[in-house]
């Protein structure tokens, strides 16, 4: 039982460095393809999460809709993960990639505050410390200024706030949904939502742009099947240290393909996050052990 523990969780540590790393490569091709609006690159990436999503509804007979108790908190998902997409695009197009995918990172830390506030889950001084800590890194990435610079900035937080508040519909989810169902919906839905947006701002893209968008579409279900087949061979509080990794992923491919280089300030920010997650991480952990001596405790109680 225990080597197969131990085989998950090395299952779900490949499967989320996978998707970490599906996501950074996403964000160079979406950089690649140029001057194109946030609408015309979400449009397309949603394109291609749709047609897989449905391949694999097809596949597994599953539902496109869902079930009807669930259609709120499935829509509420797609508005909040359309607004987190479309900011991200806006962000990883003006500023250097690694800082627009730090920025992002600050997701996980978010889902701590909003399941506190909307699904009434206890949260305690350690995990506010950490949130704020992790707020204060984002500062030295964002190097807050009175001018039209940091506006990309406070994009890209927006798009963290957008993301956390779908994973927060999807955490109320649960199981209750297939995953390529939740991913169907919420693509089809960002789809027809900003179809208007596509049409009004639409330019017309050379045959190069369309590869870059189809690419960052596959990339993009890479990263976001990924990470699902990671959170069901171990729990986000084992293995979600190790979404960060896109992050080295993002700064190589930002040097190897822009010149980008993150300059100190970000680094620290970088340093400061990166200390936050881990020491998260390690006092998950801690709870783990306490939580499986207290159930050892209590079997032993019980004979």
Known sequence: MEKLIKSNRIKGILCIITSACGFAVMSAFIKLSGDLPSFQKTFFRNLVAAAIALYLIIKHKGSLVGKKENRKIL?????????????NYYAVDRLVLSDANMLNKLSPFLVVI????????????????????????????????????VIPYLVGVLGAVGAALAYTC???????????????????????AILPGFIAVYKPMTTIQVVYLLLAGISAS???????????????KEISIYDYSGIICSAILGIVFFG?????????????????????????????KLDKKDNQLKDIQGK
């Open 75 to 87: 829509v509420l998902r797609s508005i909040f993960g359309t607004i987190g997409i479309v900011c």
């Open 114 to 149: 909003f399941c506190a506030l909307f699904l009434k889950e206890k949260i305690n001084l350690k995990q506010i410390t950490m949130v704020s800590v992790a707020f204060i890194g984002a500062l030295f990435i964002i190097k807050p200024s009175f001018n039209v610079e």
């Open 170 to 192: 999807v955490r109320v989810l649960g199981k209750k949904e297939d995953y390529y169902t939740i991913v169907f919906f919420f693509s089809t839905f960002s789809l027809i």
């Open 222 to 236: 890479i990263g976001q099947f990924g990470i699902t087949l990671a959170y069901k061979f171990a729990p986000a």
């Open 260 to 288: 980008e280089h993150p300059d100190t300030m970000s680094i620290i920010g970088y340093l400061i996050v990166f200390a936050a997650a881990f020491d998260m991480f390690l006092y998950n952990k801690k709870l783990d």
